[in-house]
């Protein structure tokens, strides 16, 4: 089993910043991707920000420039720093990892947090 606890999140003014912790654990041998996706209450979930086992990113066109995804292998974890937040970043932001679990090796797994709530008010 693989388990992500996201944390960070809350309510901010817009021009406000964040910080989306997610930490995994559970019988992992390696972690391959990191990243981070939000869905708002009828919208599509669309990627926010991923981070490659050796340092390669990639961000959504709306947070570029706003937002810096960045990992800390020896914790298993992942941040998200939100900077210059609008009204139209509210949405419950979603840790999502690519992990190599010991029992399945070499084969490699999506796993999901349960999601953590980001409010921007005007």
């Known amino acids: 089993q693989v388990q992500l606890v996201e944390s960070g999140g809350g309510l901010v003014q817009a021009g406000g910043s964040l910080r989306l912790s997610c930490a995994a654990s559970g019988s992992i041998f390696s972690i391959e991707v990191m990243g981070w996706y939000r869905q708002a209450p009828g919208e599509q979930r669309e990627l926010v920000a991923k981070?490659?086992?050796?340092?390669?990113?990639n961000y959504g066109d709306s947070v570029k420039g706003r937002f810096t995804i960045s990992r800390d292998n020896a914790k298993s974890t992942v941040y998200l720093h939100m900077s210059d937040l609008k009204p139209e970043d509210t949405a419950v932001y979603y840790c999502?990892?690519?992990?190599?679990?010991?029992?399945?090796?070499?084969?490699?797994?999506?796993?999901w947090g349960q999601g953590t709530q980001v409010t921007v008010s005007s």
């Open positions: 999502n990892i690519e992990a190599i679990r010991r029992e399945t090796s070499p084969a490699a797994f999506r796993y």
């Open positions: 981070i490659e086992s050796g340092g390669s990113v």
